[in-house]
């Protein structure tokens, strides 16, 4: 089955800076890659994905990045606000296969 | 209804008892997903349904674990005879399609401590 490695499972920034948090995933036939933000007692948020058929994807300051080759992908968050602390996940899946995710890292955005 | 809901949010209970975890998905998702969330841990599936019928329930990881969707619609976990080591929080996930390429749009979870 799948298996997601996700790092670094902490980071903290300063506001302003920016956020890259990297995973990589072990089946090539996955072609869906969704980022989840969760905050302290709350459900895991999408907050944005990627499928296979492109290499990056925007969202005002959030970006994901694909290689399909190297099977990674990566969350950016740029100009980052106390708001984003919180932990995000990355996940993947394919065809039939259910969303496989990664043991999180924790965002910490300090004012 | 408007999101995903599930009941109770909380559920203490003590180590041999039996739980039952409910969930609601939003009106019309035809999937609908168990996951189970330990301390700093990312969800970690358990069954998946598609309909009525458990589609891939490879995730559940022992006899003890059982998940029905009798009308397609609302779905229970249940687990029998608890162990400390289920204390976790239970998330119900629901999408428009079936398993694969498709958003999953979580509960708030049902938080279970087994004493």
């Known amino acids: 089955g799948e298996n997601v490695e996700q790092h670094p499972s902490t980071l903290s920034v300063q506001e302003g800076d920016s956020a890259v948090i990297k995973c990589t995933y072990s089946?090539?036939?996955?072609?869906?890659f969704p980022w989840y933000k969760q905050e302290l007692g709350k459900r895991p948020q999408l907050i944005i994905d990627i499928r296979s058929n492109v290499g990056e994807k925007k969202d005002q300051r959030i970006a994901v990045t694909l290689n399909k080759t190297a099977k990674h992908f990566s969350l950016h968050i740029t100009e980052t606000q106390p708001e984003d602390s919180a932990v995000y996940f990355c996940a993947a899946s394919g065809g039939y296969s259910t969303l496989t995710f990664g043991k999180g890292t924790m965002l910490l955005v300090s004012p | 209804g408007a999101g995903v809901s599930q009941t109770p949010s909380n559920k203490v209970t003590e180590k041999g008892k039996y739980v039952e975890l409910r969930c609601d998905p939003i009106?019309?998702?035809?999937?609908l997903y168990w996951y189970r969330q330990s301390l700093g841990q990312g969800p970690e599936f358990l069954i998946y349904f598609q309909g009525t019928g458990a589609a891939d329930d490879s995730g559940l990881p022992n006899d003890r674990f059982f998940a029905v969707r009798p009308e397609g619609s609302v779905s229970t976990l249940k687990i029998q005879r608890t162990e400390r080591g289920d204390s976790a929080v239970y998330l119900c996930?629901?999408?428009?399609?079936?398993?694969?390429?498709?958003?999953?749009?979580f509960g708030a979870g049902s938080r279970l401590t087994v004493l």
């Open positions: 009106s019309g998702h035809t999937a």
């Open positions: 996930a629901s999408s428009l399609y079936s398993a694969g390429a498709n958003v999953l749009t």
């Open positions: 089946d090539s036939a996955s072609n869906y």
